[in-house]
């Protein structure tokens, strides 16, 4: 029989678009009446823009943010009829390129609105764009004063079709911090600035602080994708992106007897190790090393949880399964790395990382598999 590619990879990441369906529709139903987006940008958090975007237009999603043109191109092949802004705004002398494809850029400056005005009235129609007002993460965006001029500025203005008002929030996770409050209030004097126009300020957490923070539309991205947006209570997130790595070999090791390269850890009773084929070519963080004899670190197999052992390799890991009953685990099991019992907010803690990080880093030489596709699953 031909082999499958999971039969062939060692590692097999899955990704349940049913899962993002249901994240997209659990968000829509807590924004109320504001309409939910959906943030796809960097290939959709690692997952996949095909299948992703497809799925969120699927479930109902129009508006879909990414952060750079090239993106936005990929995204307007996939999905002609939605509504694509692009976070990085207008990059110089391409508004040609963003009005072919009807893209939105994001303004971020004075002299992007120029431009953008400057190209709708060469190409004879007012471009949409949302205008991005900073209001106290200080990345991207108008501070209030280059805001406040740009609408002082009727020429320029009189050339824009401005279809979204926005800003970012930085401290969202975090729901007590004062920073929050601040960013609120400075963006209702955005708003108060242009009242008819639609505003939007929530990322995932956002959306959990409440209906203050909704507005018109959000943005929810890495919750889409099964990560954690209320970091102090239980996820309501479904996983969607679920890393497996197959049992290459196992074998037992002697109390003294050190695993894996430098030596760094040491049995300290008989072990049973499995050998897992995942490793950091396929997204394992190395950082997901064992640094005390119990992990921090985790897998799940067969209902357990066992702990990480040594370093992580290029291409395998060691786990100890000594809590596990004999001749359970075979060549070929599959051990969860993240999923639905090992969470990708707790396997990036371990890590000293975050979930975004942990899911745009996810590689490319495991094997691929799409569940809930229309045709065999296979991308
Ligand atoms: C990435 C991003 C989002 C989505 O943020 P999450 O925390 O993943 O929900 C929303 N808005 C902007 C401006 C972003 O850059």
Redesign the pocket.
């Known amino acids: 029989m031909t082999p499958t590619p999971e039969d062939l990879a060692g590692a097999v990441l899955t990704i349940a678009l049913v899962a993002l369906k249901n994240n997209w529709r659990r968000l829509n139903a807590l924004a109320g009446k504001a309409e939910c987006g959906a ?1 796809v ?1 960097g290939n959709a958090y690692g997952l996949g823009i095909a299948p992703v975007a497809k799925s969120l237009w699927e479930a109902g999603c129009r508006s879909f ?1 990414v952060a750079r043109p090239k993106e936005g191109e990929e995204l307007r092949g996939l999905l002609p009829e939605a509504t694509i802004y692009i ?1 990085d705004g207008l990059f110089a002398g391409q508004a040609e390129f963003y009005a072919k494809l009807a893209l939105c850029p994001a303004l971020i400056s004075i002299e992007e609105a120029r431009e953008w005005a400057a190209f709708g009235r060469v190409y004879g129609r007012k471009l949409p764009c949302a205008i991005h007002v900073d209001t106290g993460i200080n990345r991207l965006g108008f501070s209030m004063p280059e805001f406040e001029a740009l609408l002082a500025d009727n020429f320029t203005m009189a050339g824009l079709n401005v279809t979204l008002l926005m800003s ?1 929030l930085a401290c969202a996770d975090e729901p007590s911090h004062p920073l929050n409050l601040r960013q609120r209030a400075a963006f209702a004097a955005v708003r108060a600035k242009l009242p008819e126009v639609a505003a939007s300020l929530a ?3 956002g959306i959990f602080l409440g209906g203050g923070f909704v507005h018109d539309l959000v ?5 889409l994708y099964g990560g954690n947006p209320t970091p102090n209570v239980a996820n309501p997130m479904h996983a969607v992106a679920i890393l497996e790595g197959a049992v290459m070999q196992l074998r037992e090791v002697a109390a003294g007897d050190t695993v894996g390269y430098g030596a760094t850890w040491k049995a300290t009773r008989p072990t049973r190790i499995a050998v897992l084929g995942a490793g950091y070519k396929d997204g394992v963080p190395r950082a997901l090393s064992s640094r005390e004899p119990g992990g921090p670190a985790q897998v799940f197999i067969n209902g357990r949880r066992c702990p990480v052992i040594g370093r992580i390799s290029m291409d395998m890991m060691g786990i100890d399964i000594t809590c596990l009953p004999e001749d359970e685990v075979k060549r070929g099991t599959r051990a969860e790395l993240i999923g639905r019992h090992i969470g990708i907010d707790e396997a990036a803690s371990w890590a000293g990382t975050i979930s ?1 990080e942990l899911l745009t880093r996810l590689g490319s030489r495991y094997a691929r598999l799409y569940t809930g596709l229309e045709s065999d699953g296979r991308a």
Request: aromatic share 14%; proline share 7%; glycine share 8%.
């Open positions: 943030a940008k943010f976070l970012h990322n995932s957490s943005r929810p991205g890495i919750a975004y």
